[in-house]
């Protein structure tokens, strides 16, 4: 990166709060969250005290550290930073300043979508800096590249139904449950990728 930019950096910082703040949103809505976020927290249930900010660090180092080895750049490695700040945001958010927001009945809807829309909003603004983009952003993009896809929906599809079935097979085994799979887990699956392109195309103009 040859030069400073204030404004390409709060860009990026709001791009990180922004992905937390979905997450967190989803998973209070009760409805389903996004498929890796069932990851996050079947493991966060099953390993005490692992909170799912913490599980979700963890998990998106080990897809950091494959898709670094897959691309076979360093630099990527750098994506750790959206993450620690992604996952601290998280648990702030979860454990702390929405700690007693527990919406029911019609009412779960409003937060649901409020972060079925943000969370690929914040992936996008990650995408447009020069600084790291998210792992789930980049693995996206790489499963474009490598099956030849003209755009990144069918790649976004494809990566978030493996840890669907992954987050549900492992529930089934340690709580005889499908744990935070819901019927919002596969609109989460049928809108992240359109949306994810739609913000893409619109912010990619963008210059700092």
């Known amino acids: 990166m040859s030069t400073f930019n204030l404004k390409e950096l709060v860009f990026y910082f709001l791009g990180t709060v922004t992905i937390a703040f979905g997450v967190v949103m989803v998973i209070k809505s009760g409805l389903g969250t996004g498929p890796w976020d069932t990851v996050f927290i079947v493991l966060a249930r099953r390993i005490d005290p692992l909170t799912i900010g913490v599980s ?42 929405f700690a007693d927001f527990t919406p029911e009945g019609i009412v779960r809807i409003g937060p649901y979508l409020l972060g079925l829309s943000l969370v690929p909003l914040g992936g996008a603004i990650l995408v447009v800096t ?68 739609l913000y893409l195309t619109r912010l990619e103009p963008l210059k700092f």
Request: no cysteine.
């Open 130 to 197: 020069r600084y790291p983009a998210g792992v789930f952003e980049e693995m996206t993009l790489l499963v474009r590249d490598l099956l030849h896809f003209k755009n990144v929906f069918p790649a976004r599809m494809l990566i978030e139904l493996f840890p669907m079935l992954l987050s549900g097979i492992l529930s089934l085994i340690w709580f005889s449950d499908l744990g935070a799979i819901n019927i919002g887990t596969l609109g989460f699956i049928a809108f992240i990728g359109p949306l994810f392109q």
């Open 56 to 97: 979700a660090i963890f998990v998106t180092s080990l897809l950091t550290g494959l898709t670094t080895l897959v691309r076979q750049k360093l630099s990527l490695l750098l994506m750790i930073v959206p993450i620690l700040f992604v996952g601290l945001f998280i648990d702030l958010f979860d454990l702390v300043i």
